[in-house]
């Protein structure tokens, strides 16, 4: 498999099981049905948060990636956008709907570890099926809303530990993330 095919491979089955997370929130279907009008969305601080211009150079420096980023809108409801490096993809996604609590009760995940930045709800998120895969989310509270951060190494093994890697970002990052 092609240095490219699994960078694609990996996009895509991130936004899918972030994507089956949302999916698994229930309730009815949209449009007005027998539980009456959709409720109006809620306000957000991360209406106008772009993923793609969010990251300082520094930041990209300190992940290993560069600075071209690429749009990942495979889910409508979470945008995001990724960076490539050598041995390192990196991206950031906004969910303006779910929170750090949300998504540990309606997400799909093989672990689920809550933690704090800063007095900002995060987690530490392993998508279900993806233990040992080299891809870890963390989901950080922000503007009413979640931003998550995704590592996930190019090729087996390129990084030890990726959970640690997206911590250490998000944590970097955590003072600029809309309130």
């Not at 998120?125 to 996930?152: E, F, H, K, L, P």
């Amino acid at each position: 498999m092609t240095r490219r095919s699994r960078r694609l491979l990996t996009t895509v089955v991130c936004a899918a099981l972030l994507g089956l997370s949302g999916c698994a929130l229930g309730g009815a279907p949209t449009g007005s049905d027998e539980n009456g009008p959709d409720p109006q969305p809620k306000a957000s601080g991360l209406k106008d948060f772009d993923p793609c211009t969010f990251f300082t150079p520094d930041d990209l420096a300190a992940a290993g990636v560069g600075s071209a980023p690429e749009r990942v809108e495979d889910v409508s409801f979470e945008p995001g956008c990724s960076f490539e490096g050598e041995k390192a993809m990196l991206t950031l996604y906004k969910n303006q709907d779910e929170t750090v609590d949300s998504y540990a009760t309606r997400g799909t995940w093989d672990s689920y570890q809550k933690f704090d930045i800063n007095g900002r709800a995060a987690a530490t998120g392993i998508s279900a099926g993806a233990t040992d895969r080299g891809i870890c989310n963390i989901v950080v509270d922000a503007g009413g809303g979640v931003a998550i951060v995704t590592v996930n190494e190019v090729l087996p093994g390129d990084i030890p530990d990726p959970c640690g890697e997206a911590k250490k970002l998000a944590q970097q990052i955590e003072p600029r993330l809309p309130r």
